[in-house]
């Protein structure tokens, strides 16, 4: 009993501060404005020169950077209110007062003008039959689909700016996260997660609950932890909180989360009109945007977290391991660091049964045809030495020349476990000549 107490004073306190920004957003460019007027004056040090009086000031020529410098600053602190405004006129009073005036006034005063020309009742109703659905049509795709499209352009850019200059004025510089690839990875991933937990709160509300309201009422939760994950974003994407962090900060603290959003989400809600239901959230938005850069969320309050984003994040997961994971990528997850037998492990993976027989298909043919290529070597080497035999005995340096070639060659044409006998006798042939040039230099030096 205690603990519901405290979740639904939470709820309280999370309405009451939610709509704190309708009052904030009055007086915040005024404390803006007045902190930048007030001078900054910094104590003297010792030795350090007075200030300079007014009439020294006066005397000197004032830089228009200085003033200009000024002039920006005021300006880009102070446009809280000026952004608060365009978004209402936009939203409210062009967008959603032009397709009421449609609705409720062009469409009924061309339906009395018909009744008032035709009489007859057949006549008007035909008439009216594709009157009334091709202006619909003509309106919808000529006003109402560019200009839903552009505001939504224009809005998430001055949602931005609004939440930036509340930020800078209450915590200073933002903390953006560090790493580009990871900024924009977050706020790619964050986008596909609420659109997930959007149709995930739809289909919950149209499940097949005997229990009458419950669908609705799990649908206004999930509405409501939506609609503060929209408005606290801004504030936590500013002070560097990563996705992760966000989600949990919400689904542990759910149930001040859910009294900042209701309001929204009920509101929102009541228009029958998705149109009309995105005009008023969209007037709406950047005061609840201030009243989360103005809050201090009640953490602690209930010991089981709601993980009411559990669903779409594995399912986010799932896709993206998916898409990263595909067939022969394992082996390159791997690191390439050398083997026991120094081989790069990593670059490949294993083979299998038809492949290893393969291979070993492949070296045994190898085999077989060094084997036979150094039998018609040595076939050419016999052939050689009997050649030599029937001719003259050469003289000594071409006997050793004949005899080193003829090593080589057998070097070449035997297998490779004699070849460290073969390069014993090339050393103890070949450098015959080498010796007695070395030995003639060293007595030529004496």
């Avoid at 995105?278 to 989360?292: D, E, K, Q, R, T």
Wanted: charged content about 15%; glycine content about 4%.
């Amino acid at each position: 009993m205690e603990t519901l107490c405290r979740i639904g004073a939470t709820v309280l306190h999370g309405i009451l501060d939610s709509i704190k920004g309708i009052t904030v957003v009055f007086y915040l460019d005024k404390e803006a404005n007045r902190k930048l007027s007030q001078p900054t004056t910094k104590p003297l040090a010792v030795g350090q020169p007075p200030a300079r009086t007014k009439e020294s000031l006066s005397s000197q020529p004032r830089t228009p950077s200085s003033s200009n410098s000024l002039v920006s600053k005021r300006i880009e602190e102070s446009k809280v209110l000026k952004r608060v405004v365009q978004c209402s006129m936009l939203n409210g009073g062009i967008f959603m007062l032009s397709i009421l005036f449609f609705e409720y006034a062009v469409l009924p005063g061309l339906h009395l003008f018909l009744w008032y020309l035709f009489r007859n009742s057949t006549t008007m109703t035909t008439v009216w039959g594709w009157m009334q659905p091709s202006l619909s049509l003509l309106f919808n795709s000529f006003w109402v689909a560019p200009l839903f499209l552009l505001s939504k352009i224009v809005n998430s850019l001055w949602f931005q700016d609004i939440a930036d200059s509340a930020y800078k004025f209450r915590k200073g510089r933002p903390q953006l996260i560090p790493s580009i690839s990871k900024l924009i990875a977050d706020t790619l991933i964050s986008l596909l997660i609420q659109i997930l937990f959007l149709l995930q709160s739809t289909l919950v509300k149209y499940l097949p609950v005997p229990v009458p309201f419950a669908c609705t009422a799990i649908y206004m939760v999930h509405m409501s932890l939506l609609c503060s994950l929209y408005t606290f974003e801004y504030k936590w994407f500013n002070m560097g909180w990563e996705l992760h962090k966000r989600l949990t900060y919400i689904e542990q603290n759910w149930p001040y989360f859910l009294g900042f959003g209701l309001p929204l989400a009920v509101l929102s809600e009541l228009p029958n009109s998705i149109v009309i239901s995105g005009c008023v959230f969209s007037v709406l938005f950047p005061l609840f945007i201030i009243s989360a850069n103005e809050a201090t969320p009640k953490v602690d309050v209930c010991e089981t977290p709601l993980k009411l984003f559990s669903i779409v994040v594995a399912l986010t997961n799932a896709l993206f391991r998916g898409r990263t994971k595909g067939p022969g990528k394992a082996a390159l997850s791997q690191p390439l660091t050398p083997g026991p037998g120094g081989s790069m492990r990593g670059l490949t993976p294993p083979l299998s049964a038809s492949s290893s027989a393969f291979v070993f298909q492949q070296q045994q043919q190898q085999q077989h045809r060094q084997h036979h290529s150094s039998q018609q070597k040595q076939q050419q080497h016999h052939h050689h030495r009997s050649h030599h035999h029937r001719q003259p005995s050469p003289s000594p340096s071409a006997a050793s020349s004949s005899f080193a070639s003829s090593a080589s060659v057998q070097t070449t044409a035997q297998p490779a476990h004699q070849q460290p006998y073969q390069t014993m006798l090339n050393r103890a042939a070949v450098p015959v000549s080498t010796r007695t040039s070395s030995s003639t230099q060293r007595h030529a030096k004496w």
